[in-house]
Every structure is written in structure tokens, then in C-alpha cells.
């Protein structure tokens, strides 16, 4: 490994989620709790990240799945944090650069902190570099105890805290950079002298100063940073927390967002500048939206979804896995499914694709300048070529797909003849004969 390297402690269950699932994967904004720690890690520039794993080891893994240079090592029994980082010891082999240490429910953490931690550790080589944060509310978390001349002295944790110290609101966020050689030699003298009867990592530090080594705590991250998620509340901040960061970051890049506080995006969503977004809209998942959008006021946009630039996406229309093509209008109360949408083309409000057979999904293909009625059903797999219309209340099926430009009506639909008498226009097969 290169380093620096990252250390991601992840084995816990997480009681108090009252979850099967282990802490680290409840998602937020649309990742897994590790996800956004691992890419803040690599973000702030480690070369490679070792999660620690224990309880539901498969899924922690599964969380990660596509993001190259994470390496797994296991502690087989959660004996706390100290003896967490030990487990990492064999898959560092001989490694003997910077380790920065993070725990993986802290979703919030951002890289720009981190990477300046990681760079003052490189600047100094001191034995541990801490960030710390000064807490509104500090319960929970490991207290920083300095002496009055501000010199770091010890962490110690909410459980074995004097009321005195239970005041002090600089906090353990459990951001630090040890030097490998180190980091092993104090965890190696850790003992489990404390209220919970575990190994602490918080320990590692003291030990490190009284053996005449440097160690340095700084306040350097923000406490919107450092939330650990250790209930269902908790998740609920983290939520609010990151989704306004989301939203502030489009509104930089020239997305108007009406009502933040009503409007969710995920966390991999990109949207395009000049777009507007109106309230109570969702967009959930992997989507790509163009520039110069419109979409809501309660839209459902999700995963796998890409709209063009100057689509219109209006009231109450829930779309998924589907490309739809430039200047197309998707009006209120649609739906549509495992579909390609062309350019220009207007879906009536109402349409939907019935895109589930009851066994899989089926595709459906909309061409070019495509008209679909209010309130017709394309059944798929099936296709409407360029320049057709589907008459409102039309039930297109998976045998009859509809040519290019060809009017189709009725149920099942069917193309409307042309006839000489009627000057070549379409005549509508439900009108009684003359
Ligand atoms: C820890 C710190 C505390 C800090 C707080 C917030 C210690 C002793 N305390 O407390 O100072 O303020 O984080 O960052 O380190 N884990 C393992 N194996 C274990 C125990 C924990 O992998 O044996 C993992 C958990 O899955 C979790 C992380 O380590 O992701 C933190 O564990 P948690 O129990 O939440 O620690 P805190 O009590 O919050
Ligand atoms: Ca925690």
C-alpha cells in the first residue's frame, strides 16, 4: 500500500437501531453510512481503506460493492474500538506509513477536513494527530481533556466522566492519524480498565504522549460533520444534515430548488444548471437530469432515470429506470417504467406503461414527436414509432405496436383506416359506419 491508508471501523450491530440490519449500512440520502465514509476517506486522499467488519459482515461488504482498493479484515467479537483497529494489523502488513483511523457511523464527514488532517499529520509526522469539534451537545461522544495550557491529555468517555467533565464540549469525533509502527505499539497496551470493560482506542493517544511521543488534538471539524448515528434519530439528522448540503451544492451550480425543506435529492443525483425543481419532488437514486428541467411540484423521479435537457416533468408523475429524450413533456398523474421516451414528445396526463407482466419487467419504446392520449395504457414490452398518437383511454398491447406515423384508438388499440371518401383522414374505427 501507499498510503496514506484509511482504517474504517464497522463491526458493531448497532443496538440501539432496534435494526437486523448492522448499523453501518441504513442509508443516507441513498447510500449506505459506510459508503459516504469510505468515499469521504479516498476523497481526502488515502490510497487504499481497510473496514473493519464483524456483524453482518456480508452486507457491510455487499454496501460497498464497485469502489476498488477497500480491503476487509474481520474482528470475530466486538470487544470495542481499540481492539477494532488491531484487527487491521495483518492486512497493513508491513505498511509503515500514516493510518487515519474514522468510524463508519459518521456519514457526514467530510473529505476537505479530513485531507487537511491528513496533510498537517505529513507537514508535523507527529505520532497522532486528532480533529476534534467543539459539540453544541456533547453527549454521547468521548470528551478531549487538555491541561491549562491547552496541551492535550487524554480522551475520555462519556461512561467514566466526572460531571466536571461531563461540561467540557470538546469532543472525540474518532478522526485521527497515527504512524503505523506506533499505532500498533500503544494498542498493544491498551487494557480494558474502564465502565464498558472494552479495549479503547481513545486510550492510544495517552499512552503514546506519556511515552514522550507527540500527540496533537485539533479542532478542526464542524459538529454537522461528526454526527454519529447510533439511533433512528440520529439517522434522521443525518438526513436533514446532508440532503440541505445536496441541495446547496445544485443551488451553486445554478439548479433553483423552490423549497429545500420540502424537497429531496440523493446523494448520486446530477442535475443540470437552469432546472427547477418544485416542491415536494423527489429524486431518488442514480439519475441525470439535463439542463433547463422542470420537474414537480410531486414528482417521483427514480434510479436508472435520465432525463434530456428541456423536459417537463409535471405533477404527480413517478418515473423509473427510463431515458427520456430532449423538450418531452410528461404530464400529471403518469407513469412510465423501463421506458425510452424520444424527443418532443408529449405523454397525457394519466398515461401509464403497465411495465410489469406479473414475472418481469418489459421494456416500452416511444419514438420522436410521439402524442400518447391522457389516460391510455401502453402494456409492454411494446413500442409507438415516430410521429404516432395514442387517442386518450387507448390500450396499446404487446401484439399490436404501433407503426410510425399511425393514429391508433380504443381497446385494444387500433389504427384509425384512412379513407378516400374522407379526403385521406383518419376515420375512427369506434364511429358507427355512415
Ligand atoms: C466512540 C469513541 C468516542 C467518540 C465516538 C464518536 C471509543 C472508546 N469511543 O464511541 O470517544 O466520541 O466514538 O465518534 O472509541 N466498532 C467496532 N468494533 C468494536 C466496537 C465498535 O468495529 O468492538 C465500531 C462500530 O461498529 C462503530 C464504531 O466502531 O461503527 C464506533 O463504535 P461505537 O460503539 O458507536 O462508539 P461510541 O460509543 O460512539
Ligand atoms: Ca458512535
Redesign the pocket.
Known amino acids: 500500500m501507499i498510503g496514506p491508508v484509511a482504517v474504517i471501523?464497522?463491526?458493531?450491530q448497532?443496538k440501539r437501531m432496534k435494526s437486523d440490519k448492522p448499523?453501518?449500512v441504513h442509508e443516507v440520502c441513498g447510500q449506505s453510512m459506510i459508503r459516504h465514509v469510505v468515499n469521504a476517506a479516498f476523497g481526502a486522499g488515502v490510497s487504499d481503506v481497510v473496514v473493519?467488519v464483524?456483524q453482518g459482515a456480508d452486507q457491510v461488504k455487499a454496501s460497498l460493492e464497485g469502489i476498488s482498493n477497500v480491503h476487509y479484515a474481520t474482528?470475530d467479537r466486538?470487544?470495542?474500538?481499540g481492539?477494532?483497529v488491531k484487527s487491521a494489523r495483518s492486512a497493513l502488513g508491513d505498511y509503515t506509513g500514516a493510518v487515519m483511523i474514522l468510524?463508519?457511523?459518521?456519514p457526514c464527514l467530510r473529505s476537505g477536513p479530513l485531507a487537511l488532517l491528513l496533510e498537517k499529520q505529513k507537514a508535523t509526522k507527529v505520532a497522532c494527530l486528532m480533529g476534534t469539534s467543539i459539540a453544541p451537545d456533547p453527549t454521547?461522544?468521548?470528551r478531549i481533556l487538555r491541561d491549562t495550557t491547552g496541551r492535550f491529555l487524554r480522551?475520555i468517555?462519556q461512561k467514566d466522566c466526572t460531571p466536571e467533565q461531563a461540561a467540557i464540549k470538546e469532543?472525540?469525533?474518532?478522526c485521527y492519524v497515527f504512524m503505523a509502527p506506533l499505532l500498533w505499539e500503544a494498542l498493544e497496551e491498551v487494557v480494558p480498565a474502564n465502565a464498558q470493560g472494552?479495549f479503547?482506542?481513545?486510550d492510544a493517544p495517552e499512552i503514546l504522549q506519556k511515552k514522550g511521543h507527540e500527540v496533537q488534538a485539533l479542532v478542526t471539524l464542524h459538529p454537522d460533520d461528526?454526527l454519529?448515528i447510533?439511533t433512528r434519530l440520529h439517522l434522521a439528522e443525518a438526513h436533514t444534515i446532508m440532503s440541505r448540503r445536496i441541495l446547496e451544492k445544485l443551488m451553486e451550480e445554478g439548479v433553483t430548488v423552490y423549497d429545500p425543506r420540502n424537497t429531496y435529492v440523493d446523494s448520486r443525483a446530477k442535475i443540470g444548471a437552469d432546472t427547477v425543481i418544485y416542491p415536494f419532488s423527489v429524486v431518488d437514486g442514480d439519475v441525470t437530469v439535463g439542463k433547463n428541467c422542470r420537474i414537480g411540484p410531486f414528482a417521483l423521479i427514480r434510479h436508472g432515470t435520465v432525463l434530456a435537457d428541456n423536459v417537463e416533468v409535471g405533477a404527480f408523475v413517478d418515473i423509473v429506470r427510463s431515458d427520456i429524450g430532449e423538450g418531452t413533456l410528461v404530464r400529471h398523474l403518469a407513469y412510465l417504467g423501463d421506458t425510452e421516451v424520444g424527443r418532443h414528445v408529449t405523454v397525457g396526463a394519466g398515461a401509464i406503461t403497465a411495465n410489469f407482466d406479473g414475472q418481469h419487467k418489459q421494456q416500452t419504446k416511444i419514438g420522436d414527436q410521439v402524442t400518447i392520449g391522457a389516460g391510455s395504457v401502453l402494456v409492454a414490452p411494446t413500442s409507438i414509432g415516430s410521429r404516432s398518437t395514442v387517442g386518450a383511454g387507448a390500450v396499446v398491447t404487446p401484439t399490436r405496436p404501433v407503426p410510425p406515423d399511425t393514429t391508433v384508438v380504443g381497446v385494444p388499440a387500433q389504427p384509425i383506416a384512412k379513407s378516400k371518401e374522407n379526403d385521406g383522414r383518419p376515420v375512427d374505427p369506434r364511429q358507427p359506419p355512415r
Do not use: F, H, M
Request: a negative charge; hydrophobic letters at 35%; charged letters at 15%.
Open positions: 471501523l464497522a463491526a458493531g448497532g448499523k453501518v473493519i464483524g474482528q466486538q470487544l470495542g474500538t481492539d477494532a468510524v463508519g457511523d459518521e454521547g461522544y468521548g480522551i468517555e469532543v472525540n469525533p474518532s472494552e479503547y482506542l481513545t461528526i454519529g447510533n
